[in-house]
């Protein structure tokens, strides 16, 4: 059975980092990809950051690029997202997801395995 289990989120204030963890079991790291997506509330789920475990080649959404690092440790099955220079738009409800795949994406139907979700909120 794949489970995921996000972590690390918080209250941080704007300007300020965090670093979500997501611990990934039951999937063999290789040949799947990883992502994390988020959600405010009355806003669609939008898929912010992936990684292909093979080559750790990433894909971020224009509003995270260049403040949010996404990063794979594939001997702790383990994927990390770090966030800096938050936002108080970046307030929402992260997930992970995991799809046995090659191909690095953001579309939420892509991915089959979910994580529960962590709170950030970014005080302004």
């Known amino acids: 059975e794949v489970q995921l289990q996000a972590s690390g989120g918080g209250l941080v204030q704007a300007g300020g980092s965090l670093r979500l963890s997501c611990a990934v079991s039951?999937?063999?790291?290789?040949?799947?990809?990883i992502a994390w997506f988020r959600q405010a509330p009355g806003k669609e789920r939008e898929g912010i950051a992936c990684i292909v475990s093979d080559n750790d080649d990433t894909v971020y959404s224009d509003s995270v690029k260049g403040r949010f690092t996404i990063a794979s440790d594939n001997a702790k099955n383990t994927v990390y997202l770090q966030m800096n220079s938050l936002k108080s738009e970046d307030t929402a409800v992260y997930y992970c997801?995991?799809?046995?795949?090659?191909?690095?994406?953001?579309?939420?139907?892509?991915?089959?395995?979910w994580g529960q979700g962590t709170q950030v909120t970014v005080s302004s």
């Open positions: 997801a995991a799809a046995r795949s090659s191909y690095g994406s953001r579309d939420a139907t892509d991915y089959r395995y």
């Open positions: 039951g999937l063999t790291f290789g040949n799947s990809a």
